[in-house]
């Protein structure tokens, strides 16, 4: 189980970017597959999260409104839309499977918000 993200980088504030993240080694399209960022602080944030099919998403409250979850089950590939972006969304963004009860986490990627 492998997960890659990608898109990441430095924004001004009410800019957009997209971020991707693309999996391998299960069988994509049943599994949930949720994003994830840890800013400054100890506590890594749960920010969105898309079911097997994309028909059920939830997301943070701090986001909705202006981040978007989709995902595309022939390119094995969930995306993460960030519009308005603000100073406080600056963090190292991840996301998640669990396949058989194990957790596997991406390495990553930088967002920063800055002017």
């Known amino acids: 189980v492998q997960l890659v993200e990608s898109g990441g980088g430095l924004v001004q504030p009410g800019g957009s970017l997209r971020l991707s993240c693309a999996a391998s080694?299960?069988?994509?399209?049943?599994?949930?597959i949720s994003w994830h960022r840890q800013g400054p602080g100890p506590e890594r944030e749960s920010v969105a999260m898309i079911s097997n099919t994309g028909a059920l998403k939830n997301y943070a409250d701090s986001v909705k409104g202006r981040f978007t979850i989709s995902r595309d089950n022939a390119k094995n590939t969930v995306y993460l839309q960030m519009n308005n972006l603000k100073p406080e969304d600056t963090a190292v963004y991840y996301c998640?499977?669990?396949?058989?009860?194990?957790?596997?986490w991406g390495q990553g990627t930088q967002v920063t918000v800055s002017s």
């Open positions: 998640r499977v669990i396949v058989g009860g194990r957790s596997t």
């Open positions: 080694g299960f069988t994509f399209s049943t599994y949930a």
